[in-house]
């Protein structure tokens, strides 16, 4: 089956602009979760969505924002765009049950802020 | 939640040798898994092994878990130039299911 999907691979953008990244779980997969991933920092958890709802959320401020749709695809929102948030932005999906938080992870978002 | 470590931050070994990568966490955890990552990619799941295991082989994959002194090991024998990436160790721990990332360890697998 298809794996998990994110688009745009790459972006460019500029501060105080805004982006929109996207991730199409596996099918099946009803959980997605967001990471931010940078040389400094490592992999930090953003949030994450279970049926269209955020059921857990990072330490990141309120410019970053997201959304899980009926099908399970989510997109994750982040506003007026600061230098620092230039990294690859990684989204995994699993089944989302307690008992096994095995996750597979998307090809990433590069974003590169000027 | 508090980032686990990995040991050491960086190998460079000789294809056929051994690779041991180590992880130390804080709390007490529901299970690890190991992932790997080729140079700006995203991530691969390799293992998951549960607080109660001790021990889980996967192909040339070795992972211990010692819950007594909160680490765990990920050996991979008879290593590959292929194997060259970055991996984590990754823990759900208390009521939380979200796993935290340790930092990587680099390994460069010299053919």
């Known amino acids: 089956k298809a794996g998990v999907t994110q688009t745009p691979r790459y972006l460019i953008k500029t501060r105080g602009q805004q982006v929109t990244l996207s991730c199409s779980p596996i099918?099946?997969?009803?959980?997605v979760s967001w990471y931010q991933q940078t040389p400094g920092q490592g992999l930090q958890f953003l949030f994450e969505?279970?049926?269209?709802?955020?059921?857990n959320k990072g330490n990141f401020p309120g410019r970053f924002s997201g959304r899980q749709f009926s099908n399970s695809r989510s997109e994750m929102n982040v506003s007026t765009l600061e230098l620092g948030d230039s990294a690859l932005y990684l989204c995994?999906?699993?089944?989302?049950?307690?008992?096994?938080?095995?996750?597979?992870f998307g090809q990433g978002t590069r974003l590169t802020v000027v | 939640s508090q980032q686990g470590e990995e040991d050491p931050q960086a190998l460079s070994i000789q294809e056929g040798e051994n690779a041991t990568m180590n992880c130390s966490y804080k709390?007490?955890?529901?299970?690890l898994q190991w992932y790997r990552q080729n140079s700006g990619r995203g991530l691969v799941h390799l293992i998951l092994i549960r607080s109660n295991e001790r021990e889980k082989h996967s192909g040339r994959l070795r992972v211990t878990l010692d819950t007594s002194k909160k680490s765990s090991s990920l050996l991979i024998t008879a290593s590959r130039a292929a194997d060259t990436a970055s991996y984590f160790c990754?823990?759900?721990?208390?009521?939380?299911?979200?796993?935290?990332f340790g930092r990587g360890t680099s390994l460069i697998v010299h053919p």
């Open positions: 709390t007490s955890i529901n299970n």
């Open positions: 990754a823990y759900a721990s208390g009521g939380s299911y979200i796993p935290t």
């Open positions: 969505y279970f049926s269209e709802t955020q059921r």
């Open positions: 099918s099946g997969h009803r959980s």
């Open positions: 995994a999906s699993s089944l989302g049950g307690q008992g096994n938080t095995e996750a597979f």
